[in-house]
């Protein structure tokens, strides 16, 4: 195995967050989680993946709870959760469960992504036990997110990321090309998450029935909580792109400069998943709402907060948006890279695919295409504004 590092490139969000960045909290709200247990389950969208804590290899050691600094399932201090917990300063009221990866587990939930996965209801997937075991009748305020994972999109992304390679002021598009990727696995991979997401709830796979489904066991296994469902920001901006989107910047190969992206129609395709992935969303709390005739369960929506500052596609301005584009892990060895891709090559570059394969490195890094530490703070506003908004309509109604 070749000795790898990870590189971010594209993006001002810094690896590894300052002091700074751990003061963006939402306003406090001391009546609430302090008379509450707040558990907080999810996938890596509620654990913080690709963000490290206030110091390097630091994560929930910051709030005092009892898990390791190197925590497997990636659950950050500067995750939205984290940031509503630790406004009381004191984490005895709060259990963080989420785990990079998971999945609902849900039997009507067929996917052929959620093979192995660390689930919300079967535990013991993944080496990680059910996330539903945090929740007791004395659990008040639940939060999560899931369903990402059930439409498989870091493998989507990867089977359609390709690359750009321009030498001076000429450009060379190769469609599908990075490592792993292909047109045909694209295509493929993009139509079964399209199935998975827009199949009707009595059917299997249907990721609208797994939510319905998962979400009524959280409601029973906390009797007594309100459930908040958090759904998914924009991933990118697809205005004005013509021709290629670069989600990061330039991997420089002697006097080439390499960048991975996507193509227009393939842009558009994955923003339409993330949009059949909300509406999923909605559908199912709509659906377990009325089906339990409870107002115990509720959409926050992030992706309304997120749509405009989201990952863009130009190069000169994805810098400014609060979801990282690809973080990518290269080879130590760039010398070998731009020989093999370059000075090996009849043309441009059509032996870097398999040069970046054979360094056997997993291209596609955390944290990729995840909110920053700023899309995270907007998260737990949103989240705490509408905890707040509950606490407020349950005053008015004892009244």
Not at 17 to 43: C, E, F, H, M, R
Not at 100 to 122: E, I, K, Q, R, W
Not at 223 to 231: I, K, Q, S
Not at 324 to 346: A, E, H, M, R, W
Request: glycine letters at 10%; hydrophobic letters at 40%; aromatic letters at 6%.
């Amino acid at each position: 195995m070749v000795a790898c590092t990870t590189v971010a490139l594209g993006i001002t969000g810094v690896a590894v967050p300052g002091i700074a960045d751990a003061t963006a909290k939402p306003p406090a709200s001391a009546q609430v989680i302090n008379a509450a247990t707040y558990v907080a389950l999810g996938d890596s969208y509620s654990s913080g993946e690709g963000i490290p804590g206030p110091k390097p290899d630091q994560w929930l050691s910051t709030l005092g709870v009892p898990w390791s600094s190197k925590d497997r399932c990636d659950r950050s201090a500067l995750a939205y959760p984290s940031l509503v917990a630790s406004i009381e300063n004191d984490a005895s009221n709060f259990r963080f469960v989420a785990c990079s990866g998971a999945v609902t587990g849900s039997t009507n939930d067929a996917s052929p992504y959620t093979s192995g996965a660390p689930s919300l209801l079967l535990g013991k997937r993944g080496g990680e036990p059910s996330q539903l075991g945090a929740l007791t009748s004395d659990t008040k305020i639940v939060s999560v997110t899931v369903g990402g994972d059930d439409l498989g999109f870091v493998k989507v992304l990867a089977a359609c990321v390709g690359l750009m390679v321009q030498v001076g002021p000429v450009r060379h598009f190769f469609s599908s090309k990075a490592p792993g990727a292909s047109a045909a696995k694209c295509s493929s991979d993009l139509a079964q998450s399209k199935t998975i997401a827009t199949s009707s709830p009595g059917t299997v796979p249907s990721l609208t029935g797994a939510l319905v489904d998962t979400y009524t066991k959280i409601l029973a296994a906390a009797p007594n909580a309100t459930l908040y469902v958090l759904n998914y920001p924009q991933f990118f901006s697809a205005t004005k792109v013509s021709t290629f989107c670069p989600l990061a910047g330039a991997i420089k190969l002697g006097a080439a400069s390499v960048y991975l992206g996507v193509s227009p129609s393939q842009l558009t395709d994955i923003n339409g998943l993330e949009i059949d992935l909300n509406s999923d969303i909605a559908a199912a709390v709509g659906q377990v709402s009325e089906t339990l005739g409870t107002s115990r369960i509720e959409v926050v929506d992030v992706n309304g907060l997120t749509t405009s500052e989201g990952q863009t596609c130009n190069t000169k301005t994805m810098s400014r948006s609060i979801i990282n584009g690809v973080l990518f892990s290269l080879p130590n060895s760039i010398s070998t890279l731009y020989s093999d891709c370059l000075q090996k090559s009849n043309g441009l570059i059509p032996n870097c695919s398999g040069a970046l394969s054979a360094a056997e490195s997993n291209i596609i890094a955390k944290g990729s295409v995840h909110p920053k530490p700023a899309g995270q703070a907007l998260m737990a506003k949103a989240l705490e504004s509408a905890i707040q908004e509950t606490a407020t309509s349950a005053a008015a109604a004892r009244k």
